[in-house]
């Protein structure tokens, strides 16, 4: 099931998050979770990397730790590059790690209503089936042409 989030809702997260613990990421270019917590990286969210398989491993200057237990600093969001199957676990992990937690956040195609409930029972916002860059760059207005941000400014109409 896909919810339906309000502008405002995705603007006031986007807005106060600062810290976010990216689950999955990739250290392969091409793939999603590298290019989205790049771009996040580079609007000056202090992205930690989570991925077992390259813990120790440096991605966008900070090191990728093996799961979220590892994370000594408080996190805002935690945005999850998992298949749904994985989700319960990951946010239950999320909620045990950080008392604070603001948003449980997941990607485009990556959903699990029992989970949410769980995190949303702890006062957690939860955004399922979306991503972050997009809604970033739909709200700041920073999409061009095809959905894309080429940096660009054509001179032929």
């Keep these: ?12 997260i986007l807005t106060r998050t600062r810290r976010i613990a990216v ?3 990739s250290m392969n270019p091409v793939r999603p979770s590298y290019y989205v917590a790049r771009y996040l990286t580079l609007k000056g969210f202090e992205v930690t990397p989570v991925n077992p398989g390259h813990a120790g491993e440096t991605l966008f200057g900070r090191t990728v730790v093996a799961d979220l237990a590892e994370i000594a600093e408080p996190v805002d969001m935690v945005d999850i590059f998992r298949r749904s199957e994985h989700v319960p676990p990951i946010v239950d992990a999320a909620l045990a790690a950080f008392p604070d937690l603001r948003t ?7 959903e ?3 989970a949410a409930k769980t995190a949303q029972a702890r006062g957690v916002d939860v955004v399922m089936n979306r991503c972050p860059k997009i809604e970033y760059q739909r709200l700041f207005g920073e999409l061009r042409m095809g959905g894309f941000n080429t940096g660009v400014i054509s001179s032929r109409l």
């Excluded at 099931?1 to 006031?12: H, I, N, Q, R, V």
């Excluded at 956040?105 to 990556?110: L, T």
């Design 112 to 114: 699990h209503e029992e």
């Design 104 to 110: 449980i956040w997941m990607q485009i195609g990556v």
């Design 23 to 25: 689950v999955g990421v």
């Design 1 to 12: 099931m896909s919810e339906s989030y309000t502008d405002a809702f995705l603007k006031d």
